[in-house]
Protein backbone atom coordinates (compact mmCIF):
# COMPACT_ATOMS: atom_id res chain seq x y z
CA UNK A 1 0.00 0.00 0.00
CA UNK A 2 1.37 3.44 -0.84
CA UNK A 3 2.81 5.05 2.38
CA UNK A 4 0.08 7.81 3.50
CA UNK A 5 -2.94 5.94 2.21
CA UNK A 6 -5.37 5.05 4.76
CA UNK A 7 -6.70 1.18 4.07
CA UNK A 8 -10.25 -0.07 2.79
CA UNK A 9 -11.61 -1.50 6.34
CA UNK A 10 -14.82 -2.22 4.38
CA UNK A 11 -13.15 -4.86 2.36
CA UNK A 12 -13.63 -7.91 4.43
CA UNK A 13 -17.75 -6.49 4.49
CA UNK A 14 -18.17 -5.70 1.33
CA UNK A 15 -16.55 -9.46 0.45
CA UNK A 16 -18.90 -10.93 2.63
CA UNK A 17 -21.98 -9.17 0.94
CA UNK A 18 -20.67 -10.36 -2.20
CA UNK A 19 -21.09 -13.50 -0.99
CA UNK A 20 -24.87 -13.17 -0.30
CA UNK A 21 -24.06 -12.55 4.05
CA UNK A 22 -26.88 -9.93 4.44
CA UNK A 23 -25.78 -9.05 7.85
CA UNK A 24 -22.02 -9.02 8.69
CA UNK A 25 -20.78 -8.05 12.16
CA UNK A 26 -17.51 -7.09 14.13
CA UNK A 27 -16.33 -8.58 16.76
CA UNK A 28 -13.32 -6.75 19.30
CA UNK A 29 -12.03 -7.34 22.98
CA UNK A 30 -10.26 -5.49 25.68
CA UNK A 31 -8.79 -5.55 28.61
CA UNK A 32 -6.97 -8.88 28.24
CA UNK A 33 -3.35 -7.91 29.64
CA UNK A 34 -4.75 -5.85 32.91
CA UNK A 35 -4.01 -7.32 36.23
CA UNK A 36 -7.28 -6.48 37.52
CA UNK A 37 -11.12 -5.89 36.47
CA UNK A 38 -13.00 -7.68 33.57
CA UNK A 39 -12.37 -8.26 29.67
CA UNK A 40 -14.86 -6.53 27.87
CA UNK A 41 -16.02 -7.80 24.22
CA UNK A 42 -18.28 -5.95 21.92
CA UNK A 43 -19.93 -7.46 18.60
CA UNK A 44 -21.11 -4.41 16.11
CA UNK A 45 -23.55 -4.30 13.21
CA UNK A 46 -22.85 -1.47 10.87
CA UNK A 47 -25.50 -0.80 8.04
CA UNK A 48 -23.30 -1.31 4.26
CA UNK A 49 -24.76 1.90 2.84
CA UNK A 50 -23.68 4.37 5.73
CA UNK A 51 -20.19 5.90 5.87
CA UNK A 52 -18.25 6.43 9.08
CA UNK A 53 -15.78 9.37 8.75
CA UNK A 54 -13.08 8.58 11.35
CA UNK A 55 -13.43 4.92 12.51
CA UNK A 56 -10.51 3.74 13.23
CA UNK A 57 -8.61 0.98 15.31
CA UNK A 58 -9.92 2.43 19.00
CA UNK A 59 -5.57 2.37 19.73
CA UNK A 60 -4.98 4.69 17.10
CA UNK A 61 -7.64 7.24 18.65
CA UNK A 62 -7.21 9.73 20.88
CA UNK A 63 -9.42 9.13 24.32
CA UNK A 64 -11.48 12.00 22.89
CA UNK A 65 -11.82 10.64 19.66
CA UNK A 66 -13.24 7.29 20.98
CA UNK A 67 -15.88 8.71 22.92
CA UNK A 68 -16.88 10.91 19.97
CA UNK A 69 -17.24 7.94 18.26
CA UNK A 70 -18.51 5.61 21.05
CA UNK A 71 -21.56 8.22 21.71
CA UNK A 72 -22.29 8.24 17.65
CA UNK A 73 -21.86 4.45 17.55
CA UNK A 74 -24.22 3.55 20.36
CA UNK A 75 -26.84 6.92 19.74
CA UNK A 76 -27.45 5.37 16.43
CA UNK A 77 -30.73 3.52 16.12
CA UNK A 78 -29.70 1.66 12.58
CA UNK A 79 -26.52 0.31 14.51
CA UNK A 80 -26.93 -2.78 15.89
CA UNK A 81 -24.64 -3.16 18.82
CA UNK A 82 -24.00 -5.08 22.32
CA UNK A 83 -21.06 -4.98 25.01
CA UNK A 84 -20.10 -8.13 27.65
CA UNK A 85 -17.98 -8.18 30.15
CA UNK A 86 -16.00 -11.32 32.06
CA UNK A 87 -15.31 -10.48 35.86
CA UNK A 88 -11.95 -11.42 37.61
CA UNK A 89 -13.54 -14.25 39.14
CA UNK A 90 -14.28 -15.93 36.00
CA UNK A 91 -10.75 -15.07 33.99
CA UNK A 92 -8.93 -16.62 37.54
CA UNK A 93 -11.77 -19.98 37.05
CA UNK A 94 -10.84 -20.41 33.39
CA UNK A 95 -8.15 -18.32 31.91
CA UNK A 96 -7.94 -15.45 30.23
CA UNK A 97 -8.40 -16.87 26.87
CA UNK A 98 -11.84 -18.77 27.36
CA UNK A 99 -12.80 -15.53 29.72
CA UNK A 100 -12.41 -13.24 25.98
CA UNK A 101 -14.21 -15.59 24.18
CA UNK A 102 -16.73 -15.62 26.66
CA UNK A 103 -17.29 -12.10 26.85
CA UNK A 104 -17.08 -12.91 22.63
CA UNK A 105 -19.82 -15.13 22.28
CA UNK A 106 -22.15 -12.87 24.94
CA UNK A 107 -21.85 -9.68 22.51
CA UNK A 108 -23.06 -11.61 20.31
CA UNK A 109 -25.52 -13.26 21.93
CA UNK A 110 -26.84 -9.61 22.61
CA UNK A 111 -27.34 -8.04 19.32
CA UNK A 112 -30.79 -7.45 18.06
CA UNK A 113 -30.31 -9.87 15.19
CA UNK A 114 -28.00 -12.71 14.63
CA UNK A 115 -25.55 -12.13 12.02
CA UNK A 116 -24.95 -14.10 9.07
CA UNK A 117 -21.24 -14.26 9.45
CA UNK A 118 -19.08 -12.53 12.01
CA UNK A 119 -15.59 -10.95 11.73
CA UNK A 120 -13.28 -11.80 14.67
CA UNK A 121 -10.46 -9.80 15.97
CA UNK A 122 -7.40 -11.82 16.48
CA UNK A 123 -7.25 -15.82 15.90
CA UNK A 124 -10.56 -17.69 15.33
CA UNK A 125 -12.98 -18.31 18.23
CA UNK A 126 -14.20 -21.69 19.39
CA UNK A 127 -18.01 -22.62 19.22
CA UNK A 128 -18.78 -19.00 18.21
CA UNK A 129 -22.23 -20.10 17.13
CA UNK A 130 -21.75 -17.97 13.73
CA UNK A 131 -19.64 -18.44 10.57
CA UNK A 132 -16.90 -16.60 11.47
CA UNK A 133 -13.72 -15.51 9.76
CA UNK A 134 -10.40 -13.86 11.57
CA UNK A 135 -8.15 -11.37 10.75
CA UNK A 136 -4.88 -10.28 12.56
CA UNK A 137 -4.70 -6.94 13.60
CA UNK A 138 -8.56 -7.26 12.44
CA UNK A 139 -9.27 -3.89 14.36
CA UNK A 140 -7.11 -1.86 11.61
CA UNK A 141 -8.75 -4.07 8.49
CA UNK A 142 -12.51 -3.86 9.03
CA UNK A 143 -14.52 -1.07 10.53
CA UNK A 144 -17.24 -3.41 12.09
CA UNK A 145 -13.92 -4.54 14.38
CA UNK A 146 -12.37 -1.15 14.87
CA UNK A 147 -16.46 0.18 15.85
CA UNK A 148 -16.21 -2.95 17.97
CA UNK A 149 -12.97 -2.20 19.42
CA UNK A 150 -14.12 1.42 20.27
CA UNK A 151 -17.50 0.48 22.15
CA UNK A 152 -15.19 -2.61 24.16
CA UNK A 153 -12.37 0.29 25.57
CA UNK A 154 -14.58 3.02 26.40
CA UNK A 155 -17.57 0.57 28.02
CA UNK A 156 -14.37 -0.99 29.94
CA UNK A 157 -12.58 2.22 30.80
CA UNK A 158 -15.89 3.64 31.87
CA UNK A 159 -16.45 0.57 34.40
CA UNK A 160 -13.14 1.02 35.85
CA UNK A 161 -12.71 4.85 35.87
CA UNK A 162 -16.43 4.89 37.75
CA UNK A 163 -16.98 1.63 39.22
CA UNK A 164 -13.54 0.16 40.00
CA UNK A 165 -12.48 3.35 41.36
CA UNK A 166 -15.47 3.97 43.52
CA UNK A 167 -15.66 0.35 45.12
CA UNK A 168 -11.44 0.24 45.86
CA UNK A 169 -10.05 3.73 45.91
CA UNK A 170 -6.80 3.50 46.50
CA UNK A 171 -5.37 1.86 43.59
CA UNK A 172 -5.77 4.12 41.08
CA UNK A 173 -8.31 2.22 38.56
CA UNK A 174 -9.38 5.13 37.78
CA UNK A 175 -5.79 6.07 36.06
CA UNK A 176 -4.43 2.91 34.86
CA UNK A 177 -7.62 0.86 34.54
CA UNK A 178 -5.87 -2.05 35.90
CA UNK A 179 -2.92 -2.61 34.04
CA UNK A 180 0.27 -3.25 35.43
CA UNK A 181 1.99 0.12 36.11
CA UNK A 182 4.86 1.17 38.48
CA UNK A 183 2.04 3.22 40.33
CA UNK A 184 -0.72 -0.05 40.27
CA UNK A 185 2.17 -1.98 41.20
CA UNK A 186 3.16 -0.24 43.99
CA UNK A 187 -0.44 0.09 45.39
CA UNK A 188 -0.47 -4.00 45.06
CA UNK A 189 2.02 -4.19 47.10
CA UNK A 190 1.28 -1.96 50.12
CA UNK A 191 -2.71 -2.79 49.91
CA UNK A 192 -2.73 -6.32 48.34
CA UNK A 193 -5.27 -7.90 46.05
CA UNK A 194 -8.81 -6.62 46.19
CA UNK A 195 -11.26 -9.07 44.93
CA UNK A 196 -11.18 -6.70 41.44
CA UNK A 197 -7.58 -8.48 41.05
CA UNK A 198 -6.73 -11.36 38.99
CA UNK A 199 -5.55 -14.01 40.88
CA UNK A 200 -4.07 -15.82 38.36
CA UNK A 201 -1.75 -13.45 36.80
CA UNK A 202 1.43 -13.94 38.14
CA UNK A 203 2.55 -10.29 39.44
CA UNK A 204 -1.08 -10.60 42.19
CA UNK A 205 -0.08 -14.09 42.88
CA UNK A 206 2.73 -13.12 44.15
CA UNK A 207 1.24 -10.94 46.70
CA UNK A 208 -1.19 -13.54 47.88
CA UNK A 209 -0.35 -16.05 50.88
CA UNK A 210 0.95 -19.31 49.98
CA UNK A 211 -1.40 -21.20 50.59
CA UNK A 212 -3.93 -19.14 48.85
CA UNK A 213 -1.01 -19.80 45.49
CA UNK A 214 -1.35 -23.63 46.47
CA UNK A 215 -5.02 -23.21 45.92
CA UNK A 216 -4.26 -21.67 42.94
CA UNK A 217 -1.92 -24.45 41.31
CA UNK A 218 1.04 -22.49 41.94
CA UNK A 219 3.73 -23.34 42.14
CA UNK A 220 3.02 -26.55 39.39
CA UNK A 221 3.57 -29.60 40.42
Not at 97 to 124: F, I, N, S, W
Not at 168 to 188: D, I, N, Q
Amino acid sequence: MPAGRRPDLRRWERGLYARGCARVAGVDEAGRGPLAGPVAAAAVFLAPERRWVGLDDSKALTPSQRQTLYRRLTGDPDVDWAVAMVDAAEIDRWNIREATHQAMRRALAGLRCAPDHVLVDGLPVPALGFPQTAIVRGDAASRSIAAASILAKVTRDQWMTEEAERRYPGYGFAVHKGYGTPEHLAALAHLGPCPLHRRSFAPVREQLAPDVQLELGWPPL
